[in-house]
């Protein structure tokens, strides 16, 4: 059915940049909800950014507003998330999540979420 695979992770320095890549198979991204979420170590996981089915909207979480950008690209059905003046704060597990029912992205927590991706780890070093 639905599958969501993450890519773009890896090691960056402090104020560095990295554009995650989340591709959808088995489904038509456009139509969904699609957000971005981390979770690092003995921490909970946490919204970043999210973008609604197209035309609607984007959030993000405060502490990456300016400095992180989620965009679609609907000819490859892929959503991406653009990273930029990295901070050792951002290291985490970065997972990719999607709901239709959820299309507006009028909710914002993990379990409204129906389909995840298997997380790619952002590490940002000091």
């Known amino acids: 059915q639905v599958q969501l695979v993450e890519s773009g992770g890896g090691l960056v320095q402090t104020g560095g940049s990295l554009r995650l890549s989340c591709a959808a198979s088995g489904v038509t991204f456009s139509s969904y909800a699609v957000a971005w979420f981390r979770q690092a170590p003995g921490k909970e996981r946490e919204f970043v950014a999210g973008i609604a089915a197209s035309g609607i909207g984007t959030y993000y979480a405060d502490s990456v507003k300016d400095r992180f950008t989620i965009s679609r690209d609907n000819a490859k059905n892929t959503v991406n998330l653009q990273m930029s003046s990295l901070k050792p704060e951002d290291t985490a597990v970065y997972y990719c999540?999607?709901?239709?029912?959820?299309?507006?992205?009028?909710?914002?927590?993990?379990?409204?979420?129906?389909?995840w991706g298997q997380g790619t780890q952002v590490t940002v070093s000091s």
């Open positions: 999540a999607a709901d239709r029912g959820n299309y507006r992205l009028a909710y914002r927590r993990p379990g409204k979420f129906t389909y």
